[in-house]
DNA sequence: CGGCTGATGATCT
DNA sequence: GATCATCAGCCGG
């Protein structure tokens, strides 16, 4: 499988529109052997003035990366547990990000499935904590330019990407009526609540 | 499938 | 001390 490297130059900088565009791109994770990689289906976008974003009150030593021009990697820890992958929005010095939600595993699944402990594809990386399990997303990472050759980066490949439905966030407490939240419709790769991804 | 609950620890106030 | 961009397990329908 082709999967050719995004430049900055093709991601668009606003926020917003960087989430949308991200559906149907790859995420690749390459390791000192193997390589892992899965087809972004889901994202939501945190902008600047959005109380749900982490920058939202300002820059701190966990969430400078946000901060950083966008294209870069924001990785933190979730509940103590899960760690979560984000993609800075913006240019350098605003504060904005898009949550990688779910991803349709492409290469690389039987290493998913040993970190998972599971079999069933559609349930390796369906939500962002799976995700980062599955695909090996650790803190080392935060920080780190998605556009470049590296552990971590983002990628196109050479197939279609169907409808893009929009809805409201998941799991947030703050502006929980925005509709940032993007989507493949009809993708069984997708996490949430059933209606809110028709 | 939807709804609920406990686990768990980094981060910030 | 409170909050939390989640998940697995369990239950009822």
Redesign the pocket.
């Known amino acids: 499988m082709r999967v050719v490297r995004l430049t900055r130059a093709e991601l668009p900088v606003d926020t917003a529109e960087l989430a949308r565009f991200l559906v149907g791109k790859v995420v690749v994770r390459d390791l000192p052997d193997d390589r892992i990689s899965g087809r972004i289906v889901e994202t ?1 976008a ?1 902008l600047p003035r959005d109380a ?3 920058a939202y ?1 300002g820059e ?4 400078r990366s ?1 901060f950083l021009e966008f294209g870069h990697a924001y990785v ?7 760690r ?1 992958l ?1 993609v800075a929005g913006g240019a350098r010095g605003i504060g904005a ?1 898009i ?1 990688i939600r779910a991803v349709e595993p492409l290469q690389g699944i039987e290493l998913m499935q040993a970190r ?1 402990g599971l079999e069933r594809v559609t349930d390796l990386a369906r ?5 980062a399990q599955a695909m090996e997303i650790t803190l080392g990472l935060d920080g780190l330019d998605l556009t470049r050759e590296g552990p971590l980066w983002l990628g196109r490949i050479d197939r279609p990407t169907g409808s893009i439905g929009v809805s409201v ?6 502006e929980t009526d925005l509709p940032l939240r993007f989507f493949e419709r009809g993708s069984p790769y997708v ?1 949430g ?3 809110l991804s028709v």
Do not use: D, F, Q
Request: net charge positive; proline share 8%.
């Open positions: 939501e945190y749900a974003c982490h009150r701190t030593p966990r969430n946000l933190y820890v979730s509940y103590g547990i899960h979560m984000n990000g949550l998972r939500g962002p904590g799976k995700l966030r998941i799991g947030i407490t703050k996490s609540p059933k209606r």
